[in-house]
């Protein structure tokens, strides 16, 4: 609290970078800070928090351990979100084998045009299901939010066309979430249910 535990308000420093950034970029960066790169980057970047728009599809092992950014990409390679423990994942196109490999927290997003998704994830510590029968309205509209600012960031022919069909382009997309972060999830929501029924009995 003393040195400003907050952060800096949204937009007080903006970065644009061309080349290759290398490993770790943008990693627990500060609130208030945004960084544009134009070109490639390794491992771990913006890993930790924040969010993250990346045009064009990404390799192998895309967001493996993040632990709390919200990203948005066009595709992945192989491993995709492996040993996730947060944060949220949009993808906007294919993933490659093994998504989801020891991935058990945060909530990952497919753009399933073609049905193929389910024969390459994982499916030892997730549950897998049509978004449109599996998430509530608001968290589509968290969805369709951050498809949306991916578009801003980027102009994303692939982000306008989706867009642009929402009813029909978000019943192709299929949520993955790890059973047991689910389990615990609902489990809260039904003690503060409880509680608040409770409470109200009381009064």
């Excluded at 970029?25 to 913006?46: H, M, Q, T």
């Excluded at 491993?79 to 490659?96: D, F, I, N, Q, W």
């Excluded at 993955?176 to 489990?187: K, T, W």
Aim: net charge neutral; with cysteine.
């Amino acid at each position: 609290k003393r040195y400003g535990e907050e952060g800096l308000p949204n937009g007080t420093i903006h970065l644009k970078l061309k080349g290759h950034g290398g490993q770790g970029l943008a990693f627990g960066l500060a609130k208030g800070v945004r960084l544009d790169l134009e070109g490639g980057s390794n491992d771990y970047v913006g890993k930790a928090l924040g969010e993250a728009y990346f045009s064009g599809k990404a390799g192998e092992r895309f967001c493996v351990r993040n632990s709390g950014v919200k990203a948005v990409v066009e595709g992945v390679g192989d491993h995709g979100c492996e040993y996730m423990t947060g944060g949220r994942v949009v993808v906007l196109g294919s993933t490659g084998r093994n998504f989801a490999a020891g991935m058990s927290g945060g909530i990952a997003y497919i753009f399933d045009e073609d049905d193929s998704f389910q024969k390459k994830c994982n499916m030892g510590m997730v549950g897998v299901g049509p978004l449109t029968e599996t998430a509530s309205d608001a968290e589509m509209q968290e969805v369709k939010a951050l498809i949306t600012k991916h578009l801003e960031r980027t102009q994303s022919p692939k982000a306008q066309k989706v867009l642009d069909n929402w009813d029909a382009s978000v019943a192709k997309f299929m949520r993955v979430m790890p059973s047991d972060y689910e389990r615990v999830l609902l489990q809260g929501a039904a003690v503060v249910k409880e509680t608040k029924k409770s409470a109200s009995a009381s009064a």
